[in-house]
């Protein structure tokens, strides 16, 4: 005999996470699962596609639940995902724990979003530049420890229990993906464009032109006045025919009183 809706777990997934879910739970606005075993909801929703680092709430009527939570049949729960603009240093029921403040490891499959947040001014590690990472859980834990957010567009990734903070990237092309990042965590006002390291992450100080002139090109110590300097691994930085096309590039994402 067929079991009926009441011996089922009722689903409703909002926003863009449906378009996570494995292909035979898209079909329906509301999803019937059957429990077979005693599973909690983070296990239910990531057999079903979803990586928990992308859900923003679990909804019981009006009561919010977490990700330990074990459902029973007849039980109906609303899946919403994480609200644009949520910023992860602020505490949340699923992540009431916050970071101190918002740095990033990135993974190889998204390796290109590194320099790009450097770019924008925030701390960003890039997998590949850590030797002692050899699997997903070394990259997992590793996160965790640091207190970073992990981006990667790997979903095995992102499932692995040490992964609090994290984000499956959505958007294809480089420039996309720090848009999507920047407005996901509502980090506008912190984009601080060419104060930190393309190379070695650290950040960048203002130095004489007197100071580095040994080492400047004739032409770039003819025409810049103005560099800045890394404090790790002393690359010089200075605003050459590329900068008008960085600043363009990071435009939509400036805060809006360095646009006037």
Known sequence: MSAGKDDLLSLSVHGDIRDLLQRKFRQDSVIYYALSRNASIKDIIEAMGIPHTEIGAIEKGADQ???????????????RP?????????????RPQPLACCR?????NVARLTSLLRMAGFDAESV??????????????????????????????????????G???????????????????????????FSRCLKCNDALVPVTKESVAHRLEPLTKKYYHR??????????????????????????????????
């Open 227 to 260: 560099f800045k300097r890394c404090g790790s691994c002393l690359s010089i930085y200075w605003q050459g025919s590329h900068h008008q096309a960085m600043l363009d590039l990071l435009t939509p994402i400036l805060p809006e009183s360095s646009q006037h």
């Open 104 to 108: 990033f490891m990135v993974d190889i």
């Open 65 to 79: 639940l977490d990700f330990s939570y074990i459902p029973q049949p007849g039980v109906q729960l609303d899946i």
């Open 128 to 165: 590949p530049e850590s030797a002692q990472l050899h699997t997903k859980r070394d990259i997992a834990e590793a996160s965790a420890a640091t207190g970073r957010i992990l981006l990667s567009r790997d979903k095995a990734l992102l499932k692995h229990r040490e992964v609090t903070f």
């Open 82 to 94: 994480i609200q644009a603009g949520s910023a992860p240093t602020e505490p949340t029921f699923l």
């Open 167 to 193: 984000r499956l990237v959505r958007a294809q092309d480089p420039p996309s993906q720090l848009y999507e990042i920047i407005n996901l965590y509502g980090l506008r006002s912190e984009v601080s464009p």
